[in-house]
């Protein structure tokens, strides 16, 4: 197996990359999904949120109120720390049992908002991070999020910064374009991580 680690700024379009590789034949394993199963309704996960944030955060049906646990914790840099201890570990277990499932020739794409975060930069192939300009991904994400300026400006700032992210990336795609040459560039690099991921495995196959 060989894998990439894809991270990005939130709305920075790490997701048109991630599933234009898929079209390519990569396999996802998309973080922010596994994030939300493991803090499912009788999850460990969810519980263990109840006990660290009250039930100011659990709606009437017993999920995870996502509304109100964001506006607590993109407002306290500690309290999404506490936030990140619970839900880590949880996704990288999940992550690692999808990556051992995959077959030995795959390419798999690890779609992760919160690699720099997570510390998981060391297990990977290849590293990519996708960017775009702070007033570019708050304008996405108030057109297609239904966020307002200041939440956005919050989100994005509680995460790694593009200088932190770009430390531990191999390679960094540019989303301030057209969805077309974000398209183009994405193709080029995936033949480029076709390549690496070939010679890995037949240095694999002479040891």
Known sequence: MYLVGLTGGIAAGKS??????????????????????????GTIGLSRIREEFGEQVIAEDGSLDRAKLGQLVFADSQALERLNAIVHPLVQKRSQELFDAAPDDAIVIYNVPL????GRDAEFDYVVTVEAPEDKQIERMVAQRGMTPEHAAARIRAQA??????????????SNQSLDLLIKDADALYREIEKL???KRASEAGE
């Open 161 to 174: 910064s593009p200088i932190e992210r770009a430390n531990v990336a191999d390679r960094i795609l540019n």
């Open 115 to 118: 690699l720099v975060e997570a």
């Open 16 to 41: 048109t990359v991630a599933a234009r590789w898929v079209e390519h034949g990569a396999i996802e394993v998309d973080a922010d999904l596994l994030a939300r199963q493991v803090v499912e309704p």
């Open 197 to 199: 991921a070939a010679a």
